[in-house]
């Protein structure tokens, strides 16, 4: 009897009896491939009292029932265990993790956060920069994690670098400050990096930004501000 090349179902025979165990098995194959669902990858051994359809990626070093099948997607079926040994680019979500993986064809990985940006303009595109706090103020919509901040102008500063604090709830999340050099237009050239100091925006929280130091002998125009990351 042949099988299928990708979920190894079994072909029916021209003359096979009891034709519906085989249409059966894959079928309760089919029910849990369409979208595997599974319950945990980090335990090594079959669960005490599990239930029908329940689905795991066995740990290593898998034992018992599990033994050889590490990696595979076990799925309990009709009192037995079951196992499909995924193909590259197969996917399923972690119940316990919550979080999406892919089998790369010798790992499960998470997918990476997508990666999000807010940019703020904190003036207009032609009038002088002056110095202030608050300058622009907004809230957050979700939890957030920032992995980056950037700081850019219409009009360089010169005489003097553009610096600019970010701050959530009136605290700085900055342990360095964003800064522009003089005649520059963007922080990404800056002879200092900025340092982040507290990335993780919670909800609802005010984003304000400051401006601490402006071009001495020219100020800067068209400040803009990005914060960049995913949520949370």
């Known amino acids: ?12 025979e021209a003359s096979q009896a009891q034709k519906h165990v085989t249409v059966n098995e894959a079928l309760r194959l089919i029910d849990a491939a369409l979208q595997f669902s599974v319950i945990d990858r980090d335990l090594t051994g079959p669960p005490g009292s599990p239930s029908e359809g329940d689905q795991y990626i ?24 079951q196992f499909l040994a995924p193909q590259e680019g197969w996917r399923a979500w972690l119940r316990d993790e919550d979080i999406e993986v892919h089998w790369t064809g010798s790992a499960w990985i ?29 809230r957050m919509p979700y939890p957030f994690t920032v992995t980056e901040v950037r700081a850019s102008v219409a009009t360089a500063p010169t ?17 360095t400050k ?26 609802d929280a005010e984003i304000t930004i400051d401006i ?7 100020a800067g125009a068209g400040l803009k501000v990005t914060l960049i990351g995913n949520r949370s």
């Open 1 to 12: 009897m042949s099988n299928s090349a990708n979920l190894g179902f079994a072909y029916l």
């Open 58 to 81: 066995p740990a290593a070093t898998a034992t018992g029932d599990w033994a050889t099948f590490e990696d595979d997607i076990a799925i309990y079926v009709d009192g037995g265990w």
């Open 110 to 138: 998470e997918y990476p956060a997508q990666k999000e940006t807010f940019v703020i303009a904190c003036s207009d595109e032609t009038t002088d920069l002056a110095t202030g706090t608050g300058v622009a103020s907004f």
């Open 159 to 175: 005489g003097a670098a553009l610096t600019v604090d970010i701050n959530e709830g009136g605290t700085s999340i900055l342990s």
């Open 178 to 203: 964003l800064t522009i050099d003089a005649s520059e237009k963007t922080s990404e050239s800056a002879a200092t990096p900025p340092v982040i100091s507290d990335a993780s925006l919670a909800d």
């Open 212 to 218: 601490d130091q402006i071009g001495s002998t020219v």
